[in-house]
């Protein structure tokens, strides 16, 4: 339940205040080289204190890898990493021990294990998600000798769309200023994916996409393509017809269907969507309930983003690498 | 790949127009009383013929259940059944064979397996989810007996939003007159669920709902809750602040978080929206490309649905269930 | 857990006197030639009737395809196929309803579910074997184009070792005519199996072989090449020392491990052995207990074989064939 | 592949000579009261130095938790685990980079991955297995805690039965001293199991049993109950009749059937025997080939056991519980 993936799986462990978070990615290929300095780089895109409104928790995020990597290449044995929690700071959370946050997963936690880590969240704490940027960018690496890259992008920020990189950082800050937070869209496109990818039922390419990008913490929705467009729209509006390009071979003039059809990549760019909620932590008092539900009132503390998506690039980034390589593993086996 | 579900497994088969579609539904408890009658009117529901601008394939969809219930009860053996094709005029279809349609999964297919079924679209076709059906029903037929039930309804056809039955009618019949065809969006609402259901990290519940959910033929998008809404709001406009009940549980005062918090289902109602594209069949000459690329024109045939919402709905309600019963026996041991 | 296998799985169904035994194979690369005949011909192997000491009931065990083969070759698609149980006389085993056989699953079957079904053993019987004889024959036709053949013989029968057809139909029958039953041993080999098929770990090919034979019916011991003799030698005694072959290629002198070394196929022969116990129905009478644990006496009827050995020789096969075709597809992921 | 169990899993990773070995074991239910001296008591037993003809590789094997356990219990999230290697000696293992040891996995290895690391024989060095016993020790606490206990002990060394450990030491030390090395077989009983445990069909609780068991290093042959004795026997020299004990439950009179009836537990001692092969590293030259197939001989090298019998208890028992506490939460889905 902590793993994701069917050739290509990757496992992931730690709460946010214990020693360490990790994770085994194991099915890569054997004798893929990976660099281990670019893969750190990845890793620091999802740091914090980079970004305006983002946290000031000041982790260092070292990569640690302890197997599955030799001389620079993947020996096909899983490669277990993690990275340690040097800048824990438990006495922040006590008060949270014994009451329930808004929009957060303490009562959830509660109400399915009876026990919770209430130190920085615990499991349910987004540092998770350094172990998929770990793990994510290993794929990266194998996909870029493939040929196929991957990009995302924030699309919107609050309800502002197309902002550049200074007028994000200008919302964020005012809403940081009201002890308020910010949600917002990233897209992502994946560029030179090969016709073929994606199981046709199940197992849809987009659906499997889907399941990862919801798997990021706060995300509140996918589409791909045209996505939720596509339900106000005629089919006449949204056919991609097909086209023989220069080379011989077989494209679309348009790309409504986001490079998958019948849930299997067609060769153009496959774009999504993925919409975040806002941060759940306001720097502001909040009318809560204690774990008998009598009222109480929370006081802001620790330290929060006031708004995620810089950070997610990098996240959704990784959550896509390792669907697409897992595909690509995957379609090896459809032939004799 | 043509498997879904951890505990609870749903294993599909079947081509269009091959002999019978089908299916394996495995992990079901022992002992539920099992209405086959009722489950012959859920799948009912999905046939063909009833709704305007449906497809008029004339299936009766007899549910042959082969194993798994004995006496009216599940016997906790895995229940295999089948539905016969007995309508499928693979005449229709030949042109099919040698070309690709836009928008359909011909192309795709052929670059994954380098064959295909053309006849009636072979398991790409729609068709396949009929087999969804029948193992949904069983299953909403065990959560009924939980006390938790389920309800899909069309939101949005084509642009219209909040139609009525009759004016979806009016919509679709505008559309087909024109040959032409429309999306839409489909709600869902799940009642009854009890709080700590879903799995904290890449099995977050309303993830497993997303991947079930994008795999049904032709969905673009998936949400829950405020869903893509959530994006342009402040933290403060959210928040669903906790209450203390007559009865003395907790719950929320609003629900912009649909049920489900850090991916655990918080006893509160399960929301969820999907997004469908227009059919891509339209009844109207299509330009298009053989198998070499060639430019050809697709002339219309065959027989095909409008707007495909009205015989979706249990289809969402199909899979939601097989989500939430299955994510409601991992529950059960998640203690000693 | 009616599933077996990771890339080709098989998921199967039915109860002994249901309406029919059937079951899914997925995963099965695309385009492979299948000849249907050819499959009956390796399922009418495992029929009754055809041995000294085998059971009268009668099946005809026809074959129906459902999907996933087309004009003769596999499209790729889930195989979904069925064999109806005509034969089944219920009448026989109502008494059986109310007590727990000895050796049999009767009490351990309602010790896990509280229900089961007495029909004829209900899916505890061995007749669901012939859904794996059904997916096993497949994959062996797909094997043989690959150059890999795959043969089980008995090697023994009670006590007897080496014995010739002859003399096994003796021994049965000598045995039967007190009422009794025999176990045996079965030897099954692997030719042709290309070195390097095998997961290092938990999935050592070997380790796959040993749960796929135990999962057969009757089944108490499992060992491959020298097995068990292993444990008594001395290093030096087993050890098969590398010879380079006349084309260049590497092998082994002789073959202890049984082709298999690290978990790991070697391209030797691969070579196993599978232990059966006796049945356990005797045609005498025997003293048990009711479901209250009442002493009762129950008199023998029904149909039932004195001796497995001869008809398990397909089920062996099919399921060694089911691990061997599995592993080679796996392999295909090990290289980017 | 690197992972086994189904609610209850156990993914590895880690190469002799790596920085360290590690785990996941995902799925423990929360709650559940851990002591980490205790746990790290049974690794200790798997340590080398302590027995005679046992490996002088001086590694502490101190076990770093680094996640899922807090404050003594369980958390319901995935324990993370490293075991640092400290005393690795690399350069003993150069040439095995250049050659094919016998009977060892250099040679599968590289025709399944074309890559390895032979330092310490890399991943498939038996020391995977310290993470085994990590895992396998937390599960033991469980079970104990639920009345279930498991235990191990060697019934033979090399072609002696039944010797007690002095014995043992004697013959391992005779074998040594000619630079040679002994199989051997490991009893194990688990008592206490509850009826109802395991799967009908592919999962029997004794092929799950067997595939855990056959996947440690060494082991060629697995029989669980009378095993590979009950081939030569007839029908009615095995019948488990059924008692009604004092309490009023349901027991058998003898256990040939070794506490497994259809693949699932009848509360009897389940008893399972596993055969070793002997250590394939001789302390003398041994005649090989290099990569190319020239012909070479290996001079010893290196710290190797001279029999793994008494080091390979603790790992037997740690696959034990795997399997059974896997299969103690399986059935808790089997009821609504």
Redesign the interface.
Known sequence: ????G??L?L?????SH???????L??M????DIDLDLLQCFVDRRRTGQHMGSSMRGEKDRV?V???I?QG?T??????F?VRNTDARSADYEEIARC?R????D???D???????PRGG???SAR?TVARVVAGGIAVQ?LN??GISIEAHVV?V??RLGVAAEEQERLVAE?AK?G??????IECVVRGV???????????L???L???M??I?SV?????????D???????????????RED???G?ATN???G????????EDITMRI????????MRP????DRE???MTLQPRGRHDACVLPRALPIVEAMAALVILDNY????????
Chains 1, 2, 3, 4 share one sequence.
Request: proline letters at 7%; zero cysteines.
């Open positions: 339940m902590n793993t994701i069917k050739i799986t496992t992931t462990f730690g709460e214990g020693p360490a978070m990790g994770g085994v194991d099915g290929p054997a004798g893929v640690e302890l197997s599955g030799w290449k020996l096909g044995t899983p490669i277990g993690v329930y808004p929009n957060h997963a009562y959830t936690w109400a399915k294990y009876g026990i919770r880590d615990g499991r349910a998770e194998a000798r493939l919107q609050g309800p809403a009201d308020d937070t910010l949600g917002g869209i090969p016709a073929g990818l994606g199981e046709p039922l199940f197992g849809k987009h659906a499997q889907a399941a990862a919801m798997s913490p509140h929705g996918f589409e791909y393509g045209d996505g939720f596509m339900a106000s729209k005629r089919g006449s509006d949204v056919m991609d017809l097909f086209v023989k011989g071979s077989i679309t409504h269907s986001g998958i059809q019948g849930g299997i990549s067609n060769g919409a975040f909620k806002p941060v759940p932590t306001l909040v009318a809560t309930v539900g009598n009222p593993l995957i379609k090896k086996t459809n032939v004799l």
